[in-house]
């Protein structure tokens, strides 16, 4: 039987534990937190996306968009649709009517079932808009992920499937010997494998040091806004007028945003108030809106080119699994890793 140490219980090592618990494997999971998905995967806006992307994406980028949705959905079925934020998909709108136009009908052409809305009908659709667009673009089919929740729900799944799970503590190097991954040393232990995966996104390159140089992973801050008020729920994702917001299943709303350098508590602030600006304006008849937190994640990217799963060269049994967007594409991910483990 297969010894697997699975490092990271976010989303892509959460979804690859869950994938990997099905078959007939030794399955070990360990984080630093004291938790699953509390690293950028607690920050995440986890919208399982094609309409957020440029159409012109490369065809094989877009296809595992658009896989990662029909994932997404059969995960939420599996899970007694506990994986998935309700919503009834997302509306986009551009600038102005042509750039929804334009930017609708690549999409439709991309294989994304997009349907043109007009102002009327989406004041339907979202009431609370005060002032919608002549022209929007609804994707019905695309879906929302409360993160941490799901991060959750995998790595209990894992648990009943009898995996290990170690929280709260850190991983600090991989034993390697004669060319293979043979374990990994914990603060006062070293548990043996005979595969490791290195699922510990922007934190990965630390794991894997000198025995994998070649990992090409960066970090990308971006931020995650919380705001609740009286009376106030979505139900689409929604990403126009320089807003991407959307509700959680517990009634937070949350917006994505980028973040401009400078010190952290600064840039907190000054989302805080421009987000809480911009809300208010977008939608008027909010009551009591006040933010609740502002998170700053470091989003692991990878080079162009570099596969979602990747091999250490000359040290069998040792895999790092990073990608962005992470969550997106985290089934995907543990499929390849399942793939080159089990076979
Ligand atoms: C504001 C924002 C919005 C986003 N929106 C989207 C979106 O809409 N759609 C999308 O697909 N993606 C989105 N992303 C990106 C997405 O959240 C990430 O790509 C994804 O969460 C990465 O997951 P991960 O499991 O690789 O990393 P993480 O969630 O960081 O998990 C890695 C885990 O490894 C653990 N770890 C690290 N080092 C060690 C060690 N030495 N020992 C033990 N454990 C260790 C950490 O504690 C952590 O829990 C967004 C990100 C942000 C910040």
Redesign the pocket.
């Known amino acids: 039987m297969h010894n697997i140490v699975v490092?990271?219980?976010?989303?892509?090592?959460?979804s690859i534990a869950h994938h990997l618990s099905r078959a007939n494997v030794n399955l070990t999971v360990?984080?630093?937190?004291e938790g699953?998905?509390?690293?950028?995967?607690?920050?995440?806006?986890?919208?399982?996306?094609c309409a957020?992307g440029a159409p012109d994406l490369p065809e094989e980028v877009y296809q595992s968009r658009l896989q990662a949705i029909d994932d997404y959905e059969r995960l939420d079925d599996e899970f007694g649709g506990q994986i998935c934020a309700p919503s009834k998909g997302a509306l986009v709108w551009g600038g102005n009517e042509a750039e929804t136009l334009d930017w609708a009908q690549q999409h439709e052409a991309r294989g994304s079932v997009v349907r043109l809305v007009n102002s009327a009908a989406l004041a339907a659709m979202e009431p609370m808009i005060g002032d919608p667009p002549a022209l929007a673009a609804h994707f019905p089919r695309e879906k929302a992920v409360d993160?941490q929740d799901a991060?959750a729900l995998l790595t209990r799944s894992a648990y009943r499937a009898n995996a290990q799970l170690i929280f709260g503590?850190?991983?600090?190097g991989l034993e390697v010997a004669g060319g293979r991954v043979k374990g990994v040393r914990l603060m006062d232990r070293t548990i043996a494998a005979d595969h490791v995966v290195v699922?510990?996104?922007?934190?990965?390159p630390?794991?894997l040091g000198e025995v994998m140089p070649d990992h090409s992973i960066s970090m990308s801050?971006?931020?995650?806004v919380s705001l609740r008020a009286d009376v106030f729920g979505l139900t689409h994702i929604i990403d126009g007028d320089g807003l991407e917001i959307r509700s959680r299943r517990n009634g937070e709303l949350i917006i994505?945003?980028g973040v401009e350098n400078g010190p952290e508590e600064q840039i907190k602030a000054d989302l805080a108030q421009h987000m809480l600006a911009k809300v208010c304006r977008v939608f008027p008849a909010i009551i009591n809106p006040r933010v609740t937190s502002v998170?700053?994640?470091?989003?692991?990217f990878l080079a162009d080119g570099r596969p979602l799963v990747s091999s250490a060269d000359g040290v069998e049994g040792l895999i790092l699994a990073?990608?962005?967007?992470?969550?997106?594409?985290?089934p995907e991910i543990a499929r390849r890793v399942v793939n080159i483990v089990i076979g």
């Open positions: 490092i990271g219980a976010g989303i892509v090592g959460a360990i984080d630093a937190l699953p998905g509390l690293g950028v995967s607690a920050a995440s806006f986890g919208w399982i996306t957020a993160v991060c503590q850190k991983v600090f699922a510990a996104g922007a934190q990965s630390e794991i801050p971006a931020a995650l994505a945003s998170e700053i994640g470091r989003r692991p990073a990608s962005h967007p992470g969550v997106i594409l985290a």
